[in-house]
Nanobody
Framework: QVQLVESGGGLVQAGDSLRLSCAAS????????MGWFRQAPGKERDLIAS????????YYAASVKGRFTILRDNAKNTVYLQMNSLKPEDTAVYYC??????????????????WGQGTQVTVSS
């Protein structure tokens, strides 16, 4: 199994930027699609971004399109989420996730089976 550890969260003001990192260990993630989920208090965990195993395809939820970018560096076995123009509604725990299947170019929320421990992002107004 791949172990995922998120980092980079924190308390920021609206309009600020953060870059979250997801360090994978145990196994390479180069053959797996990766994603970022977030969960606000009292809300379901939602997929907000994903990237194909090759890095050639990405998906973004409408709420973050144009502001967030998912990146992967397979040489470092790491996935990133660059978050710009943060809004208070972005406040949530952010989780990195690995897809169940291998060599996936297009995935949905149901394709992810495990997550990291999460990192808290709090955006003040």
């Amino acid at each position: 199994q791949v172990q995922l550890v998120e980092s980079g969260g924190g308390l920021v003001q609206a309009g600020d930027s953060l870059r979250l990192s997801c360090a994978a260990s145990g196994r390479t993630i180069s053959s797996r699609a990766m994603g970022w989920f977030r969960q606000a208090p009292g809300k379901e965990r939602d997929l907000i971004a994903s990237i194909s195993y090759s890095g050639g395809s990405t998906y973004y939820a409408a709420s973050v399109k144009g502001r967030f970018t998912i990146l992967r560096d397979n040489a470092k076995n790491t996935v990133y989420l660059q978050m710009n123009s943060l809004k208070p509604e972005d406040t949530a725990v952010y989780y990195c996730a690995v897809a169940r299947s291998y060599f996936s170019n297009y995935v949905t929320a149901t394709d992810f089976g495990s997550w990291g421990q999460g990192t808290q992002v709090t955006v003040s107004s």
